[in-house]
């Protein structure tokens, strides 16, 4: 069970106790200011109210039996009524010797097990990816591992935006100037010169606009030759990408992008036609708010509000057609209990009415727009190209990762780092990609961040590097000691004022992990793994382990720190080296 949970049972029991209530009062057990105690029980005020007594007097007895528990070591009323609780280091002991020894490092699942879809990364095809793909695709990644982590069953799902109008522009171009060698030799690159030119004869050629559509309705309409076509571009766009996420380390359960849903989407005009959600206005169709009963935001209900379209009126299906298609194959293959949208918060408000239009339909599955904002550059300006375009990943990737070389050679020759040369080549890749990744997680996905490339790769701070290093510091402890790291259990005990602080930290990472899986932040994950080495650093530092009196338990200490980091590591996608 939880610490928190396990806590709120514990107080619950003891409140109804002492107090002689007729019912299990909620303890509203808080965090506490670190100054004033571990935790916080906020009920007293509540009750007051209810039992028509003194807050304070009620927390003063309350008190009275929270002390006698095996888990408190100090229970003290403050304000009008706060209980401020210290854990006693003997049972936090206890708890991190059977975390320690557990599979799960106590990480329990949640009660309800869901089946959920995230539908992370998604570029669209037959362009490269940018620079705003790799937040959709590192905290995709990361929220996936999290849920997992939490006891769900995840598919990750990549939503390819692969049936757009490009298609017919892009026939086109080949045709008019394709030239094999150029593609297999650029692969995507030449697809996007390809493009860029068809879109630019389009403008002033009529004819080789109406070719363009022509070919687009064949390719919708399955005509073989231009199938062919497309599964060619399909296959050039495919290596490209997969490049990066190998790059990246991410991979994915299913591929099912917007073509995968062509068929379905008649049916998905019609299904909303019949239920009276849709009406054609001017040849077009789609979900007018406004003229709708039931569950809609007021935003939805005012002038002017942009309805959700659905088909045009040259027949095509548009973006939101295809994202209900998709909620009911969802819905219909896995029965999935939640769909996840890892997307760019632009998107934000195709996601509330897709949201509003699934609701209306009576579809029972929890829907989650998972937003997040800009990477700036230096200047705090959205990040450009030096000719004003967005950067593509690949070289972005190449460009951070030259520089976390440049750095770690640095850092070596200070003998600050200590990395052989046979295993150079893994740690640029592993500290060097981790940094980048870590950047990106330890902010508040919602806001903006400056991405900083100066500042990679430091062995101080919240990033990357630091936690690894520190890592590896455990695992250099241990090697030097001649004791196995894998499955080193001890009882332990905390006696040292570094080793309660330490153990602190530790004992409340299963409520971290569940936390930042419930709410999609991989930031509480940063936020957890630093204060963790920061309070390992401190600790070794006052507290020597090997050859001490208290070796066996210190070691026992090292290494569930040590777990927790490349645990949680793991889950931002983010790998370890043994040595640093
Ligand atoms: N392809 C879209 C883009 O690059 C993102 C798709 C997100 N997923 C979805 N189901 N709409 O903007």
């Known amino acids: ?17 002492t107090l002689g209530l007729d019912e299990r009062p909620d303890p509203l ?33 309350a008190a009275v039996g929270l002390r006698a528990l095996d888990a408190v070591a100090s229970a003290e009323v403050a304000g009008p009524g706060f209980i401020n609780l210290r854990l006693r280091p003997s049972w936090v002991g206890q708890q991190l010797s059977a975390a320690l020894a557990a599979e799960n490092l106590g990480i329990d699942p949640v009660a309800t097990k869901e089946t959920i879809v995230v539908d992370f990364s998604s570029p669209n095809t037959a362009k ?10 590192i905290i995709g990644a990361a929220i996936v591992e999290l849920l997992r982590a939490a006891g769900h069953e995840v598919i990750g799902d990549n939503h390819l935006g692969d049936w757009g109008t490009q298609f017919g522009l892009l026939i086109m171009g080949l045709r008019e100037w394709g030239d094999d060698e150029a593609l297999e030799r650029d692969g995507v690159e030449e697809l996007e010169r390809l493009y860029t030119q068809a879109a630019a004869k389009k403008k002033d050629d009529e004819a080789f606009a109406d070719a363009a559509r022509q070919a687009l309705a064949e390719l919708q309409g399955g005509d073989p030759e231009k199938r062919a076509l ?10 490209a990408f997969d490049a990066v996420y190998d790059r990246l380390g991410v991979t994915f359960d299913e591929w099912l992008g917007e073509s995968a849903y062509q068929d379905r989407l008649d049916g998905v005009v019609g299904l909303l036609l019949e239920k009276g959600l849709a009406k054609e206005d001017q040849g077009a169709i789609g979900v007018f708010f406004q003229e709708l009963e039931g569950d809609i935001p007021k935003k939805m209900r005012k002038e002017g509000y942009a309805p959700f379209l659905i088909r045009k009126k040259d027949g095509a299906f548009n973006y939101a057609t295809t ?4 909620i009911l194959y969802r819905q219909e293959r896995w029965d999935a209990d939640r769909s996840v949208y890892v997307v760019d918060t632009r998107q934000g408000q195709h996601f509330e009415q897709l949201f509003t239009v699934a609701k209306l339909m009576g579809i029972d599955m929890r829907l989650d727009h998972v937003g997040f904002g800009k990477i700036l550059g230096d200047d705090g300006k959205p990040l450009r190209t030096r000719d004003g375009g967005v950067p593509k990943l690949m070289p972005f990737l190449d460009e951070a990762e030259e ?35 870590y950047a990106d997680l330890r902010q508040n996905r919602m806001t903006d961040y400056r991405f900083e490339p100066d500042k990679l790769v430091e062995l101080s701070g919240n990033s990357g590097p630091y936690i690894q290093y520190q890592y590896a510091r455990i695992r250099s402890i241990f090697a030097k000691g001649g004791q196995n790291f894998e499955g080193f259990t001890a009882p332990i005990a905390l006696d040292h004022e570094r080793e309660q602080e330490l153990a602190r930290h530790l004992v409340k990472y299963p409520d971290v992990v ?9 930031h509480l994950i940063c936020e957890h793994l630093y204060e963790v080495a920061s309070a390992f650093s401190s600790f070794y530092g006052d507290c020597p382990v090997l050859g001490s009196p208290e070796e066996k338990s210190r070691l026992a200490l090292c290494a569930l720190s040590a777990r927790q980091l490349e645990h949680g590591l793991s889950l931002l996608g983010i790998g370890v080296l043994e040595k640093m």
Request: hydrophobic share 40%; aromatic share 4%.
């Open 323 to 326: 994202d209900v298609a998709t």
């Open 29 to 61: 057990l808080r965090a506490a200011n670190p100054q004033h105690g571990d935790y916080q029980l906020n009920a007293a005020m509540a009750l007051g109210k209810k039992l028509g007594r003194k807050p304070r007097d009620i927390a003063e007895e």
């Open 230 to 239: 497309w599964e060619r571009f399909m296959a050039i766009t495919r290596e």
């Open 403 to 437: 520089r976390a070389r440049v750095r770690i050679e640095e850092l070596r020759e200070e003998g600050r780092l200590r990395i052989e040369d046979a295993d150079l080549d893994e740690a640029f890749k592993t500290i060097g990609i981790g940094a980048v990744k």
């Open 128 to 137: 490269s990816m940018h620079i705003g793909h790799i937040r959709s695709t």
């Open 1 to 17: 069970m939880l610490l928190s949970q396990h806590l709120t049972e514990l107080a619950a029991a003891t409140l109804q106790e």
């Open 514 to 522: 569940h936390t930042a899986a419930e709410t999609y932040q991989p």
